[in-house]
């Protein structure tokens, strides 16, 4: 079973950027639809992008625009590159993986999970 790791989460002001990366394994990442979420203090998970084993991306709506979900087959990692940060977007950010047919941007539908990263976006 694949085990994720992520990393590069930290501090950063409004309007600056950070990029995540999700590291896996015990599998290869181009096998699953690989995702982000984040959940912010006292919030449900939410999902933010998400990378089909085809390639298609998908992005929620608050994202849209600022968000660049990639995945780099040699390094078996997947990255979240985040620009124009705001406040809102303060919240542990979770890499995740799915074996479904399709892709999905429900939570549920993903079986390994990684143990997530700060993102704190000072005002």
């Known amino acids: 079973q694949v085990q994720l790791v992520e990393s590069g989460g930290g501090l950063v002001e409004f309007g600056g950027s950070l990029r995540l990366s999700c590291a896996a394994s015990?599998?290869?990442?181009?096998?699953?639809?690989m995702g982000w979420f984040r959940q912010a203090p006292g919030k449900e998970r939410e999902f933010v992008a998400v990378?089909?084993?085809?390639?298609?991306?998908a992005y929620s709506d608050s994202v849209k625009g600022r968000f660049t979900i990639s995945r780099d087959n040699a390094k078996n990692t997947v990255s979240l590159q985040m620009n124009r940060l705001k406040p809102e977007d303060t919240a542990v950010y979770y890499c995740?993986?799915?074996?479904?047919?399709?892709?999905?941007?429900?939570?549920?539908?993903?079986?390994?999970w990684g143990q997530g990263t700060q993102v704190t976006v000072s005002s």
């Open positions: 015990g599998g290869t990442l181009g096998n699953y639809h």
């Open positions: 995740a993986a799915a074996q479904t047919r399709f892709y999905s941007t429900y939570s549920a539908a993903y079986n390994y």
């Open positions: 990378f089909s084993r085809s390639g298609a991306t």
